[in-house]
């Protein structure tokens, strides 16, 4: 099951270099220059969860397998993307294709490095990247709902649940309002989906500050984190120009250099498990002497579907799911501690995932 952050902005406000971190590759430029990035550069990372080395101690694991996330450089936006200005078009089908946003916002002063409106604004610069990506919809939309009016006379059930959602993201796009805070309940979920809106993706904001700013941000980031919890969205601090620098530094030299600029863990960190969070993934573990793994569902997933994510004849010959939590596997030191103590439990198909089970799935070939 795979999961594709985004990373939008403007030309300049660090995304590449926020990219080559995440990676530690070389992969995307970071250049002082507009459209340093043609072709979007995806990486995989691993989430960061503390619990996963924790269980293979106990289980004696050989191995640790961390789940991941994965993460696209979006060459930046541009004033009139939505019109085919820059390379507005290719960069808006890129964003198309992801399932969460992760939108750098230039938070840091700095005269060697250009913006490309000359001036130092957060919240506008926030604004002209919502702005293109609320125009593109808009167009859309009103593209599409006459055909979609015609098979909804016609009795085409789909149609008019397609309809309503078009008519409800219409009404906020003409706002000014991005299609996401139409917000349908979960089981119109998938259908809302499907209209492909830009503005409807989850949005995390990563404020990009200067390296004395890394810990608690500044001013600029205050505004974000502001506007942030206006939308319900999420916000984040982190110095690029830091990260690129742990990223290369030996695993050895890397907490000796945090503690040096006054962070407890990479910035980075906190940009992965907010992604995770911004797309209501879970994970669940396996645990064994072969290996410890992380697992990733989204958050409501029922034990059968969850056994398929790791191999599809666990969920076709599902029978049940020998469940423990993972503060009982670590109270009680594992399987057979949690079984003497009656903190194992065994769990149907109904069996709604936890956040942290450890988890082995019996299943019938």
């Not at 969920?315 to 030191?333: H, L």
């Amino acid at each position: 099951m795979g999961f594709r952050c985004g990373i939008v902005g403007l030309p300049n406000v660090g995304k590449s270099t926020l990219f080559n971190a995440l990676t530690q590759t070389a992969a995307a430029q970071a250049a002082n220059y507009p459209f340093c990035t043609i072709e979007p550069n995806v990486g995989d990372v691993a989430v960061p969860d503390a619990r996963l080395e924790t269980l293979a101690e106990i289980a004696q694991s050989k191995e640790i397998i961390p789940t991941r996330l994965t993460f696209v450089d979006i060459a930046g936006l541009v004033r009139g993307a939505s019109k085919g200005e820059g390379l507005g078009n290719q960069f808006l089908s890129h964003i198309r294709e992801v399932d969460a946003i992760a939108h750098v916002v230039r938070c840091f002063q700095d005269s060697e490095v250009t913006h490309i409106e000359g001036r130092i604004d957060p919240i506008g610069d926030i604004e002209t990247v919502e702005t293109e990506l609320m125009l593109a919809d808009l167009e859309s939309l009103e593209r599409r709902v006459a055909a979609t009016e015609k098979k909804a006379k016609g009795g085409d059930k789909e149609a008019r649940e397609a309809l309503d959602l078009m008519n409800r993201s219409l009404a906020l796009l003409r706002e000014g309002k991005p299609a996401r805070l139409a917000a349908p309940d979960p089981a119109r979920r998938l259908a809302f989906d499907m209209l492909g809106l830009l503005s409807s993706k989850p949005v995390l904001y990563v404020c990009n500050v200067e390296e004395a700013a890394a810990d608690k941000g500044n001013a600029s980031s205050q505004k974000v984190f502001a506007r942030a919890a206006q939308e319900e969205a999420a916000a984040v601090v982190v110095s690029a120009k830091i990260e690129s620098e742990i990223a290369v530094l030996p695993p050895a030299e890397q907490a000796e250099y945090l503690a040096a600029v006054g962070l407890t863990e990479p910035g980075l960190n906190r940009v992965i498990r907010a992604g995770y969070g911004l797309l209501h993934l879970i994970t669940f573990f396996t645990a064994g002497p072969k290996e410890s793994r992380a697992w990733t569902v989204e958050a409501g997933t029922q034990a059968p579907q969850a056994a398929g994510v790791i191999h599809t004849d666990f969920e076709k010959g599902f029978i049940r799911a020998e469940t423990i939590s993972y503060d009982d596997y670590v109270a009680f030191s594992g399987e057979a501690g949690t079984r003497e103590a009656g903190r194992f439990r065994l769990e149907g198909k109904d069996y709604v995932v936890k956040d942290g089970d450890v988890m082995h799935f019996r299943f019938a070939t």
